[in-house]
């Protein structure tokens, strides 16, 4: 045992802590209730660590050792692939492959043209990774474009699946899940409604992720949980003229089989696999950049937002740190929300500064900006609605004066 090891024992760190010493962290991917993820550099090269605070998973250890178990059983070339672990005193850490090619979307948005064909390809090999999934017992459970990552910025790099911290493994076939799971506008109904639920939710999200790829919004677009639910319900999936005409009937069909509200209607990912519009013979060449760069441009804003609760996240957890001798956690924590979407190959811009670094401080401070304006908002709603509220009491304060008046004058009379 080195010396540094015998040091660990004594500050009672356990066994699997020496291997900290060989990652070097870098920039914040993201952060969540129960932790954060950071780039780090490796023996293994770049890699991903999800850093768990033991703390906040007490009680609910066995989440992360399903997660831990489900990564190292996974092999296939569209899922992202378990590198190592270890544990310190307060935290749990999982490395795994890091995706340096970007997401799904921004990716599409640097080619020069994207079309339904190449559509038809990019469905099939995240259908792959789902049918993998299912064939294994596993439900991945959060479905969507942010988790739909390129491996490398080569043109011809595979697309994996990544982030299964609430996906389960399943005791049998048939289990059903019944703990809330995924993100709104891509969560089956079953889900939202808290029922009990299985591998059709994926196959709900896949759906969901088909139509948005092909037109650039979602097929249910309501903000409340309550009329979402009943929109995906009642499931009335509209291909408007404007920017369907040009889309294929295969690929219309393709999404039908998959967006029916009861679970056992859904096709399976078997079924989905042998469509055709997955051959891409029937999908048009019509170019669907256009509408996918509109869907970026709305979704800035909402990234921007995002960023602002990211570092808010952060702040959280770094009070929460049970060890801030060793703390993982940035002391920064707006930067480090800042640095999260970076491109991921260091490109720099002419100004010197990283590639996608200026774009995310002005979402940023859209972001605050558009958050300062709605809180104003509803303030000046509140003081409207207060005012309201008290001229009313009053008219009816004077109105029930004015009638005791008009009975007491009745009784004198």
Not at 336 to 356: I, K
Not at 379 to 386: A, D, F, L, R, S
């Amino acid at each position: 045992m080195s010396f540094q090891s015998m040091l660990n024992r004594l500050h009672g760190q356990p066994e699997s802590y020496d291997k900290k010493s060989k990652y070097k962290f870098g920039r914040t991917l993201g952060a969540g209730t129960y932790g954060m993820v950071r780039e780090a550099d490796s023996p293994y090269g770049r890699v991903a660590v999800k850093i768990i605070l033991k703390r906040n998973v007490r009680g609910n250890e066995q989440m992360v050792l399903d997660e831990l178990h489900l990564l190292q059983t996974l092999n296939h070339p569209h899922i992202v692939k378990f590198v190592d672990w270890f544990e310190s005193r307060d935290k749990y850490y999982i490395v795994t492959q890091l995706a340096t090619g970007g997401e799904l979307f921004d990716r599409i948005c640097e080619r020069g043209k994207f079309t339904e064909k190449d559509a038809s390809q990019t469905i099939k090999q995240i259908l792959e990774a789902v049918d993998y999934l299912h064939k294994h017992n596993v439900v991945h459970r959060d479905l969507k474009p942010e988790n739909l990552l390129y491996l490398t910025r080569d043109a011809d790099s595979d697309l994996v699946l990544a982030d299964f911290g609430i996906a389960k493994m399943l005791g049998h076939k048939d289990e059903l899940l019944t703990t809330m799971a995924g993100s709104l506008g891509y969560a089956a109904p079953e889900v939202m409604m808290r029922q009990a639920h299985g591998k059709p939710v994926d196959m709900w999200s896949m759906g969901i992720i088909t139509y948005v790829l092909l037109c650039g919004y979602s097929p249910f677009r309501s903000e409340n949980l309550q009329d979402l639910i009943d929109e995906c319900n009642a499931c009335n999936v509209v291909f408007h003229e404007r920017y369907w005409r040009d889309v294929s009937d295969d690929a219309k069909d393709f999404i039908l089989k998959l967006l029916r509200p009861r679970p056992e209607d859904r096709w399976t990912s078997e079924q989905a696999l042998r469509h055709p519009w997955l051959t891409g013979k029937s999908a048009s060449d019509h170019n669907l950049l256009p509408e996918i760069r509109a869907y970026l441009a709305r979704a800035r804003l909402r990234r921007g937002i995002e960023m602002v609760k990211l570092a808010n996240r952060i702040e959280a957890l770094k009070a929460q740190e049970a060890d801030p001798e060793n703390s993982d956690i940035p002391q920064d924590a707006t930067l480090a929300a800042d640095q999260s979407r970076l491109n991921p190959t260091g490109a720099v811009g002419a100004d010197g500064q990283p590639e996608g670094r200026r774009q995310l401080s002005r979402a940023i401070k859209s972001a605050i900006f558009r958050e300062v304006v709605l809180a104003k908002v509803r303030e000046m709603k509140q003081q409207e609605e207060t005012q309201r509220k008290t001229e009313e009491a009053a008219a009816q304060a004077q109105a029930a004066a004015a009638a005791a008046e008009a009975a007491q004058a009745r009784r004198i009379h």
